[in-house]
C-alpha cells in the first residue's frame, strides 16, 4: 500500500493562491497535503480562509507548518479554523492506508537571523540553535520512516538559485547528517527560487517544496519502506558529501 501525498509551501495567501487553485484543480483526492510553511501572506486570515475551502477539496488531511509570514501573534485564530491540523515543534504518527508515518513539524532554524529577526525577536540566534538540537535528537530518536516537515532549509543543497550570499538566512546545514542518516523525507520551502528541488542520499531526501518559481505542488507516493515516487526529479548526492563544504566556506 501507498500513501498518496502532495506537499507545497509559500501560496502567501492571497497572493498566489489563484495560480495554486489552477493548478490543482484536476489532481484529484490525496491522502494527505502537507504544507512546509508561509500559507498566508503577512499573517492575513482572510488569505488562509479562502485557502482553506480549497484545500478542503484535495484531502481529508491537512498538516501545516508556521512559516515567517504566519505571524505568531494569528497563528491562534489560525488554529480556530480548524481544518488544519499545525506541528510547531512538534512530532505525530498518522497510518494512511496501511502506511505509518512519524511526521516532525517545526518552523526550522537559520544559520544567520535575518536583520529583522535580530531586532524584533529576543533571542533569536539561541532559540534557533535550542530547536536545530532538538530536532537532531528527534530525527535521531527513531529509525521509523519520518517525514520532516519544516519551512526554513534544513540543508544549503536544495538553495541553488538564491543569492549565495543570503543562504545563511534561508536554512541551515547542521540537520543535513541526521536526515541522511535516518530515513527521512525532509519537505521544506522558504526558497522561492531555487532551481535544485530534491536531492537523495540512500533512502532519504530533501525537498523544496515552495510554490513560486516552479508553480505546481509536488505529488509523492510514500509506502512503509520510504518514497516510492515523486513528481520531480531527484538529484543524487555522494554520501560523504553530506554535510561537507558549501560555496559560502569559500567566500569572504
Known amino acids: 500500500m501507498v500513501a498518496r501525498i502532495l506537499a507545497t509551501a509559500d501560496i502567501h495567501s492571497p497572493k498566489y ?3 495554486f487553485r489552477e493548478t490543482v484543480r484536476d ?7 502537507l504544507i ?12 488562509l480562509k479562502i485557502l482553506i475551502n480549497e484545500l478542503r477539496r484535495l484531502s481529508d488531511t491537512i498538516i501545516a507548518v508556521p512559516g515567517n509570514e504566519d505571524y505568531d501573534e494569528v497563528m491562534p485564530r489560525a488554529r ?5 491540523r499545525w506541528l510547531d515543534d512538534e512530532v505525530i504518527k498518522l497510518t494512511i492506508n496501511d502506511v505509518t508515518l512519524r511526521i ?3 518552523r526550522g532554524s537559520l544559520e544567520k537571523p535575518t536583520t529583522w529577526q535580530l531586532r524584533h525577536i529576543p533571542h533569536i540566534a539561541d532559540t534557533y ?4 538540537e532538538w530536532l537532531k535528537r528527534t530525527i535521531n530518536s527513531s529509525r521509523e520512516l519520518t517525514i520532516l516537515l519544516i519551512h526554513y532549509a534544513p540543508t544549503f543543497k536544495t538553495l541553488q538559485g538564491e543569492d549565495p550570499r543570503i543562504w545563511p538566512s534561508l536554512g541551515v546545514r547542521d540537520l543535513e547528517n541526521a536526515i541522511f542518516s535516518n530515513n527521512v523525507i525532509a519537505i521544506h520551502g522558504h526558497a522561492h527560487n531555487s532551481v535544485v528541488r530534491c536531492v537523495k542520499s540512500g533512502n532519504s531526501c530533501i525537498v523544496n517544496a515552495a510554490f513560486t518559481n516552479i508553480w505546481k505542488p509536488i505529488i509523492l507516493e510514500v509506502g512503509n519502506d520510504g518514497l516510492r515516487s515523486i ?3 531527484c538529484q543524487e548526492i555522494r554520501r560523504e558529501r553530506v554535510g561537507g563544504p558549501s560555496i559560502l566556506d569559500f567566500m569572504k
Open 129 to 132: 540553535k535550542r530547536r536545530v
Open 80 to 84: 480556530e479554523l480548524g481544518v488544519v
Open 36 to 47: 512546509a510553511g508561509d500559507l498566508m501572506e503577512d499573517g492575513r486570515i482572510e488569505g
Open 17 to 19: 493562491f489563484p495560480r
Open 104 to 106: 516532525i513539524g517545526s
Open 27 to 33: 489532481l484529484g483526492k490525496f491522502d494527505a497535503v
Open 231 to 233: 513528481s520531480i526529479d
